[in-house]
């Protein structure tokens, strides 16, 4: 594997990529509501990227019509912004990436809309969980797949199960680099990490079996069984002592 190691100047432009994707994920984040389309979040997203004058790395990528995925219910990843209403109790997952500069971030959050079940509250925040547990381990000298077995233990402590059909991946002049890498895997295995690397690292994690059906449109990605499924992704700098998350919010959502 050949792992694009960023210089300074470059880890520079990813911070200020990332840090205009986490404020446009935490406003479109606060944006939906019961009763709105996802098509109308993919348009208010349309503006928070205009008025911050960057680009989408989605859209027309391998033909990808939108800006953004929005993810809702047994929708697992790329959901088409489409017609379909969002309902009170349902769970939303926003997947947006930036380009500032030339330089890409990718972040994703699942939202839960008005009251949800206790079950689909559990699992939104162990996906959550989840990512903090493997991007504790994105520091110098660790293994890449230190941060899959991570993932995947606290995915599969709580009995929830791991999609295994995605993978999490390098970012930064792409959208998708070097390393691809799975959110399950062994301790101790995988290229060792080196400062500068940038990994968004994106547990998808359903509710019942981890099988996925694709829909017609080539893209959605939907639960075999119809159960729940969550999403959450950051952009996260691997430094010698310590990892940064490029793409979130830390001022309003810690
Ligand atoms: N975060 C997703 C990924 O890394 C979003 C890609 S959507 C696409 O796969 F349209 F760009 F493919
Ligand atoms: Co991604």
New binding site residues.
């Given amino acids: 594997m050949n792992i694009p190691i960023k210089s300074d100047k470059e880890i520079d432009l990813m911070r200020a990529s990332g840090k205009i994707l986490g404020e446009i994920l935490l406003e479109a984040s606060e944006f939906v509501k019961d009763g709105m389309t996802t098509y109308d979040v993919e348009m208010f997203i349309r503006k928070l990227l205009k008025k911050n004058n960057v680009k989408s790395?989605?859209l027309g990528?391998?033909n990808?019509p939108a800006v953004s995925?929005i993810s809702v219910n047994e929708v697992i990843?790329?959901g088409i912004p489409s017609d379909r209403v969002i309902k009170n109790g349902d769970i939303v997952s926003i997947?947006l990436?930036v380009i500032h500069r030339g330089y890409i971030t990718?972040a994703?959050r699942t939202i839960t809309v008005g009251k949800v079940s206790d079950e689909a509250l559990k699992l939104v925040e162990i996906t959550r969980k989840s990512f903090f547990e493997g991007a504790r381990m994105a520091v110098e000298g660790n293994h890449l797949y230190d941060i899959s077995f991570m993932i995947q233990k606290t995915v599969e402590a709580n009995n929830f199960s791991l999609v295994r059909d995605?993978v999490s991946?390098g970012v930064g002049r792409s959208?998708?680099e070097e390393p691809f890498f799975q959110n399950f895997g062994k301790m101790g295995t995988g290229p060792i990490l080196k400062k500068g690397m940038c990994v968004?690292i994106?547990p998808m994690v359903n509710q019942g079996s981890y099988r996925v059906r694709i829909l017609d449109d080539g893209w959605t990605a939907v639960t075999a069984d119809g159960k729940l499924s969550a999403h959450y992704?950051n952009t996260v700098l691997v430094l010698k002592d310590r990892f940064e998350i490029l793409t979130e919010n830390y001022k309003k959502e810690f």
Avoid: M, N
């Fill in positions: 790395p989605f990528y391998k990808y995925c990843v790329h997947d990436g990718d994703a995605f991946h959208l998708h968004a994106e992704e």
